[in-house]
């Protein structure tokens, strides 16, 4: 089964700067990769996909890129604020493409 | 904006007894799942649902667990006697496409205490 990483330990970064997350997975490279957005006691919340073909998504201050060489996504948020603050997770299919396996996340916290 | 939702938002149960978490996914969708969290740890795989019947299932998702769509719009999970290490927060999900390449939407969860 597919074993994905993300870092864990928490991301600290002041109000205005990029931060950049990265999850690394370590079996098949799938079609596609998701990224979610997880606030405490609240339900995963859907980011942004990215496919196998496509090197880089954005979407308003969102950029995800995916590299199947490396095994590995970054997902940057840019000109952050304290809203983004939130644990960050990556997901990807299973290899029946039938259901989606989570990282455990990174926590981000941006400081005003 | 069209949402999953979850009831009860938060369930104590005694160890041993059965408890049925209900969601009404996205009308819509025709994929349904369950993931739990324990707490502190990463989003698992319960099951997946579609036409009818379970697609997938994993290893945690034994003879104790059980799903159902009774109607066309309630998707609910049984834990039928539950155990302590059955204490998390349970999300149901739903997606138009499947896991072909479609969002997950998320409810926001049952919150299950067994004591």
């Known amino acids: 089964s597919q074993k994905i990483e993300q870092n864990s330990e928490a991301l600290n970064i002041q109000e205005g700067k990029t931060a950049t997350l990265t999850c690394n997975y370590t079996?098949?490279?799938?079609?596609?990769l998701q990224w979610y957005r997880q606030d405490p006691g609240r339900g995963p919340v859907f980011l942004l996909l990215i496919r196998e073909n496509e090197k880089e998504k954005r979407k308003e201050r969102l950029k995800v890129t995916f590299d199947t060489t490396l095994k590995q996504s970054l997902f940057h948020i840019t000109a952050s604020q304290p809203a983004d603050s939130a644990t960050y997770l990556c997901a990807l299919p299973n290899s029946g493409y039938s259901t989606l396996t989570f990282g455990k996340g990174t926590m981000l916290l941006v400081s005003p | 904006e069209p949402e999953v939702t979850q009831t009860p938002s938060h369930q104590v149960t005694q160890m041993g007894q059965e408890v049925i978490l209900r969601c009404v996914p996205i009308?819509?969708?025709?994929?349904f799942y369950w993931y739990r969290q324990i707490l502190g740890q990463k989003v698992e795989f319960l099951v997946s649902f579609y036409n009818n019947e379970i697609s997938e299932k994993s290893e945690i998702f034994d003879d104790q667990f059980s799903v159902e769509r009774p109607d066309g719009s309630n998707f609910t999970l049984k834990i039928r006697s539950t155990k302590l290490e059955d204490s998390a927060m349970y999300f149901c999900a739903s997606s138009a496409q499947g896991a072909y390449g479609a969002e997950a939407f998320f409810g926001q969860g049952t919150r299950l205490t067994v004591v």
């Open positions: 079996n098949y490279s799938p079609a596609y």
């Open positions: 009308s819509n969708h025709l994929y």
